[in-house]
């Protein structure tokens, strides 16, 4: 039998579902301590308020669906959509700068039809348009209550610096590349076409352009009332719009820092925006690691488990 005869019999689909689920056993696995300290620390939390924030985390893919929809003009079936973003949820925290959900959202889009460059058009959109709702959102609620939390402590001077020197660094490289290599601008110059088009179609049908907007001012929205919910079971005494502010810019800070599912990044910056806020330290330790076990480590594995299933059934 030769190589490719070979390889072609391996079971590749079932392999690629294995290695979905092994990447996630070994990432719990080296994070088990931090889990069980998270769990030791909510032991005395409110037990209504901590199955508050489980529900409002899954109710969190609704919006992500909503704006997924907002970026095409396909209605794209909605059990799959469903399923596909919460198989992205998981994969999301494999891959840094949210390239695991990137990556299980473009092959959904082409499973239903849609050509690569439309599907990349979509993600584009999609990634434009969920940071203009945190923003939106956060500038809102700081101009409701302003001073609420001093946000010059969450990126220093120095180190704002530094990522405006390496956003102006990777800028510059762009457009070297762009000027001296002719196909890549070629292909950057068809996207930004089909990209346009396709956001100019969208917009001029309400029911699209609702979808995506709505659902990327929700989709921040309910993840700050996850967060306020897990203060809430820890009877932090910060205020419900200090929590919320708190958690947008930390998010907001924490994305300078691409690593997968903010893992880490996110962590260090919510806990110096609650501790600005006025928590105790170790109520916001409680707290940030109660909302990362929420909305992390336990969609982690039913989320694989749907990813594995799709692949699977060649849904993806």
């Not at 490719?4 to 019999?9: D, E, F, I, T």
């Not at 689920?21 to 032991?43: C, F, K, Q, Y």
């Not at 510059?172 to 990209?195: E, K, N």
């Not at 690593?259 to 806990?271: C, D, F, K, N, Y």
Request: one cysteine or more; a positive charge.
């Amino acid at each position: 039998m030769t190589l490719p005869s070979a390889l072609r019999r391996l079971p590749l689909r079932r392999l690629v579902c294995l290695v979905f689920l092994l990447l996630v056993a070994a990432w719990v696995a080296g994070n088990w301590p931090v889990i069980l300290s998270g769990l030791d620390e909510l032991r005395g939390a409110d037990r209504n308020w901590l199955l508050a924030a489980v529900v409002l985390t899954g109710a969190c893919w609704i919006p992500v669906c909503l704006l997924r929809q907002g970026t095409v003009m396909e209605r794209l079936p909605a059990g799959r959509l469903f399923a596909s973003q919460v198989a992205a949820g998981s994969a999301n925290h494999l891959l840094p700068a949210g390239l695991g959900a990137h990556m299980v959202t473009l092959r959904f889009l082409q499973r239903c039809g849609l050509s690569t460059a439309r599907s990349v058009a979509a993600l584009a959109l999609y990634s434009l348009a969920q940071p203009v709702g945190r923003y939106t959102l956060l500038l809102t609620l700081m101009a409701a209550c302003p001073g609420a939390i001093p946000l010059g402590g969450l990126l220093p001077a120095e180190y704002g610096m530094l990522a405006l020197l390496l956003l102006i660094g990777g800028l510059t490289l762009v457009a070297l590349a762009l000027w001296s290599v002719r196909p890549l601008r070629g292909f950057v110059q068809d996207f930004l076409r089909t990209a346009l088009t396709d956001a100019r179609a969208l917009h001029a049908r309400p029911s699209r352009a609702i979808a995506l907007w709505t659902g990327a001012l929700a989709f921040p929205a309910l993840q700050a009332c996850v967060m306020v919910t897990v203060t809430r079971a820890l009877q932090m005494p910060v205020p419900t719009v200090d929590v919320m502010i708190a958690y947008l810019a930390a998010g907001i800070v924490a994305g300078i820092v691409p690593t997968p599912g903010g893992i880490g990044s996110v962590e260090a910056a919510l806990l110096v925006a609650l501790v600005g806020a006025g928590s105790p330290v170790h109520v916001a330790t409680a707290a940030v690691l109660g909302f990362r076990l929420v909305t992390v480590w336990l969609p982690l594995l039913p989320g694989a488990l749907v990813l594995a299933v799709l692949v699977r059934r060649k849904v993806l």
